[in-house]
């Protein structure tokens, strides 16, 4: 076996990020071959992920981008475990890579993108392997949307904790702005969908089942319970979907109100929401 010095030991830690004492096992397991052992750290972090499939990832980074002209977008979550993994500047720049791969081949789900290059040496799911022995925490990637439309818009919180794309019905240039608000509107009030046509039904079902329950505790008569429910189901549609929802930046409006102030026939046809 080849005698494995420090510097060798610390030119595989400054490559693949790993500690001293694992990067000296890679090498040694390696017989000194540095693609042989940044393969070894490889196959070990994803044998540590497999340990630590029932931990739960609940930080991360999130990021929503478009491309130039707005008409192609993508949502990407990666997840980690503490919030300290979660603001490192290379979990971040790592977040950020896998977003740009994804806007620039937009493959239409999550396990397409982890099958994807990532810098041409290891697919991006052998990437977010590596760090589960690097970081020596879970991490997976947790959310991947890809969005098309006239004009896309787009809100990231500062934290990295919460992003928005938004997908107009019309493009024109006076129309960011207002796309702009209405990610922020998303961010902040959570509406479940776009208008009360788009709401699953299940929760529908389920708002009118606790209506009737409400109403019933009130000591409302059986015969009234349906239309109590169906009430406060209209309610729910003004406070939970985007388009019924007041305005955050002027309470006066509804967002459709706000949109239709700018162009009568503008308004939402989609969004997509990721928040940690």
Not at 47 to 55: G, H, S, V
Not at 193 to 209: F, G, L, R, Y
């Amino acid at each position: 076996m080849s005698k494995i010095s420090v510097a060798d030991i610390q030119k595989l830690r400054e490559i693949s990020g790993a500690g001293m004492m694992d990067c000296k096992k890679a090498l040694e397991e390696s017989e000194g071959d540095f693609e042989g052992a940044q393969d070894y750290l490889r196959k070990k972090g994803i044998a540590k992920a497999a340990k630590r499939e029932d931990r739960e990832a609940k930080e991360g980074v999130v990021i929503a981008q478009t491309n130039a002209n707005q008409t192609r977008g993508v949502v990407v979550a990666i997840n980690c475990e503490t919030d300290f993994v979660a603001r490192n500047e290379n979990f971040i720049n790592m977040t950020q890579k896998i977003a740009d791969i994804a806007l620039e081949s937009f493959p239409e789900t999550a396990e397409a993108l982890l099958a994807l290059p990532y810098e041409g040496k290891v697919t991006i799911g052998e990437k977010i392997g590596e760090q589960n022995g690097i970081i020596g925490e879970k991490v997976e990637l947790s959310s991947y949307s890809p969005v098309t439309g006239a004009q896309l818009l787009t809100y990231n919180h500062s934290n990295n904790k919460r992003s928005v794309i938004v997908a107009l019905n019309l493009r024109q240039n006076e129309f960011e702005q207002a796309g702009r608000d209405v990610a922020m509107q998303i961010a902040a009030m959570n509406p479940v969908a776009v208008s009360k046509e788009d709401v699953d039904q299940t929760i529908i079902e389920k708002e009118i089942e606790i209506g009737k329950e409400l109403a019933r505790n009130e000591g409302k008569s059986e015969e009234m319970l349906e239309k109590i429910a169906l009430g406060r189901l209209n309610k729910f549609f003004q406070e939970n979907t985007l388009l019924s929802q007041k305005f955050v930046k002027n309470n006066e409006v509804t967002v459709q109100q706000h949109l239709h102030s700018l162009n009568k026939e503008l308004t939402v046809v989609s969004f997509k929401h990721i928040a940690l």
